[in-house]
């Protein structure tokens, strides 16, 4: 029985980006195929093959996706997110872009109005499933980032990075604050913040510390009679987890595979 190949656009051809391309790449029966390429600098497309790079965005309809995966930044849901959702689907892993309130209402009404999907891959967050099926029942919810200081994109709080020397804590509250300071580093934030019990009502503790050379995500849901404990310890390269790219393909090929075999779901 024959399936219908999912033609994929990659917006952000960076660490992950590059990732995901070489794993849809690598199978050539998952039922995939990138049908372009798009990056806000020329030189990161570099070696791509020219038919799949996409300069400007605005003409992605012409190359016919199914899916647009953002792995750029928060700035391109904002700018793009409702008009690719007017014509086709879209996953964001830049999930920051979420806790402004009007972009995530924005998003759902085109999503609505057209008959399309918008999709939150669970990214560098553990345990999703588990806080998302229980998400009417937790009381409280509190995630707990510590990075090492040269890993968190610190302009938006207006901290020198290399000035921090010894523990600090660089945020506690809502991860809804947490978004607009460090929209480049918190996304597991804001997406445990929308599985669970939203943006508001998530506890964020964000600390780094020069001591550390590993990414720690721990995230604590209670409710009468369930509590939720997850944590994982990993590298970190840049403002990236080492298991984030395998994460983001596992979320696309969840949703846009269509080879035969045995799947987990
Ligand atoms: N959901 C998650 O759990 C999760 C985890 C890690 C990173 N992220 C996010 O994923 C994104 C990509 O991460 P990365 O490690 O690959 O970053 P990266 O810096 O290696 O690559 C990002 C790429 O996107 C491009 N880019 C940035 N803004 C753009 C724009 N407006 N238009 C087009 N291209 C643009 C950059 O030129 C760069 O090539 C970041 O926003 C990061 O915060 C999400």
Known sequence: MGQK?????????????????????????????????????????????????????????ERGADLVVE????????????????????????????????????????????????????????????????????????????????NVDCTGAGVDADSITEERVLYEGPVRGACPMFPRNVNTMASIAYAGIGFDRTHA???????????TVAVEARAPGLDLELSRVEGITGVTGASTPASIYNSVQTIASTGAGIHLR
């Open 5 to 61: 190949t999912t033609r994929i656009g990659l917006v952000g051809y960076g660490q992950i980006g590059r990732a995901v391309h070489e794993m849809i790449d690598r199978d050539a029966g998952n039922g995939m195929e990138v049908v372009f390429v798009h990056d806000q600098v020329a030189d990161a497309v570099k070696g791509v093959s020219s038919d799949l790079v996409l300069g400007d965005l605005s003409t992605f309809g």
């Open 205 to 215: 503790v964000l600390i780094v510390s020069p001591a550390w050379n590993t990414a």
């Open 71 to 150: 792995m750029a930044h928060p700035s391109v849901t904002q700018a793009w997110g409702a008009k690719i959702l007017e014509q086709t689907n879209y996953m964001m892993i830049s999930v920051t872009a979420l806790a402004d309130r009007g972009l995530e209402q924005t998003l759902e009404g085109a999503s609505k109005q057209h008959g399309t999907r918008c999709y939150i891959p669970h990214g560098g967050a553990v345990g999703l499933d588990a806080l998302y099926e229980n998400r009417d029942v937790w009381e409280a919810v509190t995630v707990t980032m510590k990075k090492p200081p040269k």
